[in-house]
């Protein structure tokens, strides 16, 4: 798999939530300056309760009030009582959320990813299906019109838990999203942080969590220089360029 320059896209395997195979990471930018800053190796963190606060602008869903949770409870199976007052489930006009302080207070790197989904052989009749499931969706373009295109994902990663000292709690994994018509008592404590509903699915979200010990919302964690596996380009131009070919026939049986 390549993109159009030519560069190799370094893949690796996530063994995490899913089973996917991943082949490179996205970071959406407004600024072309901020870009440059990710180029360079300043990856921006954010507490995750800045998420659940973020008012979105123009609908492209950067915030989340729904960030943070641990359970999602589905009304028919809620019953809310105070002393003698019960309050029906049939009253209950939404599923309810339960939000964790702990997991609200820690730090997210948040990445697009390009993965394999639930690919697991790609022959020349759904190549194309393949390679669209790789573009970066039109909805993600709301975040931003500048990218940095990380084409080695394993070195990337090798880089961050390398700088994080310790600092990570929670783990590197692809979001687990959830269909919100579903019941759950308690979501897999394990990815804490990484809960979001299907309706952000569109995001092939993958998260780095941390803690830091600091008051501000928002952390930079210094890894080095990333030019040598990464490149500014822009959403639109990622998948124009994006190009995903097949060994010849010959070659597979050498």
């Given at each position: 798999y390549r993109r159009g320059s030519g560069g190799e896209l370094m893949a690796i395997k996530e063994e995490k939530i899913s089973n996917s195979v991943i082949y490179a990471f996205v970071r959406i930018f407004e600024q072309k300056e901020h870009a440059e800053c990710f180029l360079r190796g300043d990856l921006r963190f954010g507490r995750i309760r800045a998420y659940k606060a973020y008012v979105d602008k123009n609908g492209e869903q950067r915030g989340d009030p729904f960030e943070g949770i641990v359970s999602w409870l589905q009304p028919n199976m809620v019953n809310i009582k105070y002393g003698d007052l019960v309050i029906p489930s049939e009253d209950i006009a939404a599923p309810i959320a339960i939000h964790s302080n702990e997991v609200l207070n820690k730090f997210a790197l948040c990445l697009y990813a390009i993965h394999s989904g639930n690919t697991e052989t790609i022959t020349q009749e759904t190549l194309d299906d393949f390679k669209r499931s790789l573009l970066i969706h039109e909805k993600s373009f709301g975040l931003g019109s500048y990218c940095v295109l990380i084409t080695n994902a394993r070195e990337f990663q090798n880089r961050v838990y390398s700088s994080l000292d310790g600092?990570?709690?929670g783990g590197m994994a692809r979001v687990n999203y959830f269909d919100e018509g579903l019941h759950f008592p308690r979501l897999p404590e394990k990815?804490?942080?990484?809960?979001?509903?299907?309706t952000f699915s569109h995001q092939n979200e993958y998260r780095v969590i941390a803690d830091f010990e600091i008051d501000d919302d928002y952390f930079t964690l210094s890894v080095g220089d990333l030019s040598d596996i990464g490149l500014i380009t822009t959403p639109k131009e990622f998948n124009q360029k994006l190009?995903?070919?097949?060994p010849l026939l010959d070659e597979v049986g050498q």
């Open positions: 600092k990570i709690n990815y804490d942080g990484m809960h979001k509903r299907a190009e995903v070919e097949l």
